[in-house]
């Protein structure tokens, strides 16, 4: 079945820490997404990737890296640099095309908690 | 500033009732707007897709509408039921970019 997966489901963390969040797809997407969900906010974007190879900041990209070597596979590193990384992250996918009239795929989250 | 306001309060209806829920945005000029569907826990999942050239779109019990001179999108689900109760996200997507914006979304129960 086409889909994107995200793992792990739960993640902890300690203080000073680098940690990586998987996003694998195989829906034969050009674009893909990092979201962060937080309790009474909007998803706020952290990286988009809108081709292999290349990415730009969202919204709050400070304290994370992302990279794109394949199509397939857009990793997060949430860096020790990130003050508050506790949160719902949220990986998601599109088709890229000229009129962008499509949906976003979402993965299942990854819970992220420092301890 | 940019931003997409839904109603944070949570929405509760009684079953077989129109429940209706608002993204209103400032300062976007979207190509299309979008509706997903969030349970707790897990990712959003696409409703339904408008596009700025468009006023109403339908699928079964579902109707979007979208007013781009009100900068407004309402969602309705018609004779709602139970296992529609989640929490409702409207996204913007921006023309020229691939970017999608979201709403903080409404949560939905409707009651048996």
């Known amino acids: 079945d086409g889909g994107i997966t995200q793992s792990p489901k739960y993640l902890f963390r300690k203080e000073g820490q680098n940690v990586t969040l998987s996003c694998e797809q195989n829906l034969n997407h050009d674009a893909m997404y990092w979201y962060r969900q937080d309790p009474g906010q909007g998803l706020r974007l952290i990286y988009y990737?809108?081709?292999?190879?290349?990415?730009q900041k969202g919204d709050i990209a400070e304290g994370y890296s992302v990279s794109r070597e394949k199509k397939e596979s857009f990793p997060l590193t949430v860096t020790s640099a990130q003050k508050n990384p506790t949160a719902f992250y949220l990986c998601a996918s599109s088709i890229q095309g000229m009129f962008m009239n499509t949906e976003a795929f979402f993965g299942q989250g990854t819970r992220l908690t420092v301890v | 500033s940019q931003k997409i306001e839904q109603n944070s309060e949570a929405l509760n209806i009684q079953e077989g009732k129109t429940a209706t829920l608002t993204c209103n945005y400032t300062?976007?000029?979207?190509?299309?707007l979008q509706w997903y569907r969030q349970d707790p826990g897990r990712g959003p999942v696409f409703l339904l897709l408008i596009r700025e050239n468009e006023k109403e779109k339908r699928k079964e019990r579902l109707k979007v509408t979208f007013d781009t001179t009100l900068k407004q999108s309402l969602f309705h689900i018609t004779a709602s039921q139970p296992a529609d109760s989640a929490t409702y996200l409207c996204?913007?997507?921006?023309?020229?970019?691939?970017?999608?914006?979201f709403g903080t979304g409404t949560r939905l129960k409707v009651l048996a």
């Open positions: 996204a913007l997507a921006l023309s020229g970019t691939y970017k999608y914006i």
């Open positions: 990737s809108q081709i292999v190879n290349d990415f």
């Open positions: 300062n976007y000029s979207p190509a299309y």
